[in-house]
């Protein structure tokens, strides 16, 4: 009787542990979900409210409700958030490279001036305006500029060196991608600290994008953007 109660016991274990893995993988479908920020709810990156403004390693500015029925801004006019908010400090060491806007928000690639590395990436919410980290392995795997920075989750130091290169990054993403979506490529390979971004390119079109830890090769799809819509590079 106790074998099978033992039994049943690990059984139990195991089916909660497939349902949780199940439940946190990406979805295998170009569809999106609805604008997935309720009226007065938590913002994208699930760490601050909707309203704030992003500042190097940290947030700060007042929250507040999303409005419905909103107008959506243009693509120029994220542009011109970016730069107004890199022309606030006079000694900052960083530069927007790119801005991606798709349908439930922009995306914003920054790099450092003095080292030519990318530093972190940004979205922009395309009704408020308001600028947040992005989530996933920007917050997480961002040894440099990210929540953990080499204290938490065993992540290593700034100082370690990524022991994935950029090739075994393409491969890796592309494995992932044959698996998600056939006949899909990976694009070209941007380095942040601690982690690898790409693009997802179908027909030749972005059609997603996804990150690569540097030590571990885990693959982070990026399932928040939702489609493609356009780009622009900043001088």
Request: proline share 7%.
């Amino acid at each position: 009787m106790k074998r099978i109660y033992k039994s049943l016991l690990i059984a139990a274990i195991v089916l909660g542990l497939l349902v949780a893995f199940v439940s946190c993988s990406p979805p295998r479908t170009s569809q999106s979900p609805l604008y997935p920020y309720p009226q007065g709810g938590v913002g994208p990156g699930w760490i601050m409210g909707p309203g704030g403004m992003m500042g190097p390693g940290g947030m700060m500015g007042p929250g507040g409700p999303y409005q419905a029925g909103g107008k959506r801004i243009t693509i120029d006019e994220a542009v011109d958030i970016v730069e107004n908010y890199v022309g606030r400090y006079d000694n900052i060491d960083l530069q927007a490279d790119e801005i991606m806007e798709f349908q439930y928000n922009f995306y914003v690639q920054f790099s450092e001036k003095s080292t030519g590395i990318n530093a972190f990436e940004a979205l922009i919410d395309p009704y408020t305006g308001d600028m947040y980290p992005e989530p996933g392995p920007n917050m997480m795997w961002n040894t440099k500029y990210g929540m953990m920075s080499g204290m938490m989750w065993g992540t290593p130091s700034l100082n370690a060196p990524m022991s994935v290169t950029e090739e075994q990054a393409e491969q890796y993403a592309q494995k992932f991608i044959d698996g998600y979506l056939p006949g899909a490529k990976a694009g070209e390979v941007e380095r942040f600290y601690g982690y690898y971004t790409l693009h997802m390119l179908r027909d030749g079109q972005i059609y997603g994008m996804l990150s690569v830890n540097g030590y571990t090769g885990q693959v982070w799809y990026h399932s928040w953007h939702g489609q493609f819509l356009g780009l622009k590079e900043f001088d």
